[in-house]
């Protein structure tokens, strides 16, 4: 008997699919694709390395589309997301926009960090491309989570709230919680690295409004994914009335009696409109045309679905175990005489309460983890809430007796207000763990000091602590904090390093390739 050959490894280990998922995809496209896995048939023809040189996302939607301008249908989709791999959609970038071409997902509004930007974006694109579609072109077929309870977002599991508990002081200018959820009830794993992804309900008070200007009890059932549920329900968990679709808008334009109001709507759904309600929410756009009176099915079939909310996990299941904890920092703002809130964050601020259960699942990082060796140097840099995953990864490398070097850098607005983590940082730095810390509050001092501050600052030592290895791992606001703090590397590699700009560009490229440069970016 002939032994069975091999079958290749088409999906890469790092996708976003369980073990069972990978090895049906990967036979699927091995037959689709007339490949196999034995010995010698991966060299007949080596795979080109394809460079995505839009998937940076400190770049602007315009930037990235214009380098992706020649590339091919499925790769100018991918311009359009946010570049993070969040896994917030349930894929990667690229995975998200090869299934939208495909056909396979005809969703195009699961990138919460790219909003209406990406989706507006995407329905322009569309048409656009069609013509460079493939007649003969297979759609791949959706596939989706069904692995382990927990370990995907389509099969949650039920963690139980702790606590969420303050860890500014008296007197800060911040909310930031530090949230305990149990996973005694549940066979969920995790690594330091991961995130964790929340199925948050929106604010009652947010969902009555709504209720009261339907003239609705809450009770009316109503369908979604075909079972029958209270509106109640499906406005507090189901779909996204925080951010309406522009679906969303162009049906109530069909249901306003006013045909003024009519036409406002409608050009609110094209990116246009009245600017004072460009970043309205449901309730703000009922009470602006209060002519629109929209029948109930229809209402919830044209709002998106809520998806859930991701958060990098900051706790090690070996300090923890049968615990997850993460950092979060509750976002409210007043707008239009009232107050608002952030879905996920102020959902584990103030509307869960301790014993409440919660559907939440792990979402697994893509390379962003404390390295393998535990005798390799790790530089942290982590303002804010991006101390998170540090935090996990410094109780990882305790609980592991790693004997490398740690150093942190991180900063907030105030000392005595905004030091989260105070006291187990200073204890960690007090018992050798934390060889090196580097601390940046921008307010205690007449001028701002920020983290890439303090790098540029202890240039040489940085350098010399990546010349003996280092891993570089920085977490936070991609837009700002990340690209300033990339531009001091490349500078530290240019002084201390005495690298020319283009060798500083391609040791840093080498570095993220070699996974010792690693983001955690939102």
Known sequence: MNAMAPIPQIIPENA???????AWLNGFFAAYLGVDGTPGAAETEPEEHEEFPWHEPTLALAERLALAKEAKPARQLMAAMAQLDCGQCGYLCQSYAEAVWSGAEADLGRCVPGGKETQRKLKELLPALEPQRDGNAVAVPAVRASGPVGQSRDRPGLATLVDAHPL???????????????????????????SLGVFARK??????????????????????????????????????IARPSDECMLFLASRAFDGEEALKLQALASGEGPAELAEA????????????????????????RLQPRLYSIASSSKAHPREVHLTVSAVRWDAKDRTRTGIGSCYLADFAKPGDVIPVFVQKSHGFAPPADDNAPLIMVGPGTGIAPFRAFLE?????????????????????????????VIDWQRRGVLTRLDLAFSRDQAEKVYVQHRMRENAAELWSWLEQGAHFCVCGDAKRMASDVEKALLEIAMGPGAKTAAEAKAWLDGLAKAGRYQRDVY
């Not at 949230?179 to 794993?189: C, E, G, I, Q």
């Not at 200007?213 to 968990?237: I, W, Y």
């Not at 703000?284 to 079939?301: E, N, Q, T, W, Y």
């Open 16 to 22: 976003p699919f369980s073990t069972e998922q990978r």
């Open 168 to 194: 500014n002081r008296t007197g800060s200018e911040k909310d930031v919680r530090h949230v305990v959820l149990d996973l005694s009830a549940t066979d969920m794993t995790y690594e330091a690295g991961d």
């Open 203 to 240: 604010n009652p008070q947010l969902v009555q409004a709504v209720l009261d200007r339907l003239g609705a009890t809450g009770e009316e059932m109503v369908g979604f994914d075909h079972d029958a549920l209270p509106l109640r329900q499906v406005l507090l968990s189901k779909v996204d």
């Open 281 to 304: 929410d449901l309730l703000d756009l009922l009470h602006a045309f209060p002519s629109v009176m929209p029948s109930l099915p229809g209402l919830i079939k044209s709002l998106d």
């Open 396 to 424: 990882e490398r305790e609980a592991r007796g790693a004997r490398g070097k740690n150093w942190l850098f991180f900063g907030d607005q105030k000392r005595t207000t905004d030091f989260l983590y105070e006291d187990q």
